[in-house]
C-alpha cells in the first residue's frame, strides 16, 4: 500500500512563496505520474499541475509561470514551489501519484494566501 505525507502548509501574504513537500512510502521509479491537485474553499478539487514519467509536465492557466513541480528520486519527494502567491490560491492541496492503473493521494495540507 503506497502512502502519502504531505507538508509545507501554512499562512503566507501575497505575493510570497511556499514550498509543499510530499514524501512516497515507496521508490518513485515505478510512478507514472505525479500531480498536485488544490481544493479551495467552496469549490471542487482541480488539478494543478501534472507531471509524467515520459517527461510530461502542465500546468493550469491559473498557475502557470508561479508554481513549479519537481521530485527527488533519491528522497522518494515530490515538490511543489508556490511564488507570488495570490489569495485565490488558498485552499487545500492534495498531492495525487499514479502507479499502473492505481491513484494515491496524501493527507492534503491547508494554504492560506492574506492580502
Known amino acids: 500500500h503506497v502512502q502519502l505525507v504531505e507538508s509545507g502548509g501554512g499562512l503566507v501574504q501575497a505575493g510570497g512563496s511556499l514550498r509543499l513537500s510530499c514524501v512516497v512510502s515507496m521508490s518513485m521509479s515505478i510512478i507514472n505520474a505525479m500531480s498536485w491537485y488544490r481544493q479551495a474553499p467552496g469549490k471542487q478539487r482541480e488539478v494543478i499541475t501534472t507531471?509524467?514519467?515520459?517527461?510530461?509536465?502542465n500546468y493550469a492557466e491559473s498557475v502557470k509561470g508561479r508554481f513549479t513541480i519537481s521530485r527527488d528520486n533519491a528522497k522518494n519527494t515530490m515538490y511543489l514551489q508556490m511564488n507570488s502567491l495570490k489569495p485565490d490560491d488558498t485552499g487545500v492541496y492534495y498531492c495525487?501519484?499514479?502507479?499502473?492503473?492505481?491513484?494515491?493521494w496524501g493527507q492534503g495540507t491547508q494554504v492560506i494566501v492574506s492580502s
Open positions: 495525487n501519484v499514479n502507479i499502473g492503473s492505481l491513484y494515491y
Open positions: 507531471t509524467t514519467s515520459g517527461g510530461t509536465t
